[in-house]
């Protein structure tokens, strides 16, 4: 059995967690030594998770992202399991739509600001309310390259991550001093969310990158240790590209 590290006193919330970027996340929070919330759709792999994670320092809350309730229960089931939320990460997303922005229909582009925006704007609420405004803290919200350039075919998603990069403007502006907030903007990293953009062409589409490969979510993991670590202290309202160096391919031809 691996031996678990020393726990570090800090608390995290991490939403769409059950597997991908979050699961990847709530690991790299868990070997520095904090206890970790996940928040995942379904029940069933929620509770695999948590049991993957260690049951002995992860709780995990199912529900819908956007919705209100489940955003609280969220934060109170914290707050009774750990005492505190230092951390807020929101991974939450969604991209049920693939094709022109001009023949979207509307209410799916609602759909996709309620749970990529909105969720976070009110996660970020409740984790402040609760715990952050009179103790400090920081807030990580996993944006998209899409989200700083434009992403065809994905355009609603695209816009919704580039609406998450002025919320964490807004909030890293609200929230000084005391509450951090940054972003994270990823290209193409291999999780079951992503799997339309690489599955059966891998090697093809990481030909493109110039570190030769996709990203994988050990890489947002520790992106977001970081972000949420002493080492960051004086960063706050900056969006970290991490994208294999794909962006430094933009004009090139």
Not at 48 to 74: C, F, M, N, S, Y
Not at 84 to 106: E, H, M, Q
Not at 147 to 175: C, D, R, W
Request: hydrophobic letters at 45%; charged letters at 20%; proline letters at 3%.
């Amino acid at each position: 059995m691996t031996e678990l590290p020393e726990l570090s006193g800090k608390v995290a919330v991490i939403t769409g967690a059950s597997r991908g970027i979050g699961y990847g996340v709530a690991e790299a929070l868990l070997a520095r030594g904090d206890r970790v919330c996940i928040t995942g759709r379904s029940e069933d792999a929620l509770k695999e998770a948590v049991e993957a994670l260690g049951a002995e320092r992860v709780i995990g809350v199912a529900g819908k992202a956007h919705d209100e309730a489940h955003q609280t229960v969220v934060v109170e089931r914290t707050m009774e399991a750990f005492g505190r939320v230092d951390f807020l990460v929101n991974n939450a997303g969604t991209n049920p739509v693939f094709g022109p922005i001009a023949d979207l229909d509307l209410n799916v582009a609602r759909k996709v600001f309620e749970t990529n925006v909105i969720s976070a704007l009110g996660f970020a609420q409740k984790t402040w309310h609760a715990w952050q405004k009179d103790n400090g803290g920081a807030i990580v919200n996993i944006a998209s390259l899409a989200g700083v350039s434009a992403s065809p075919f994905i355009g609603a998603y695209g816009v919704s991550k580039a609406a998450m990069i002025n919320l964490t403007l807004q909030l890293a502006h609200e929230f000084a001093p005391g509450v951090r907030v940054n972003s994270i903007a990823p290209a193409v990293v291999k999780t079951k969310f992503a799997a339309a953009l690489y599955e059966g062409r891998e090697a093809e589409a990481a030909a493109s990158y110039p570190l030769a490969r996709l990203g994988v979510p050990s890489d947002i993991g520790g992106t977001a240790a970081f972000l949420t670590s002493d080492q960051s202290d004086w960063i706050t309202g900056q969006t970290l590209v991490v994208d294999g160096g794909i962006l430094l391919n933009a004009g090139v031809g």
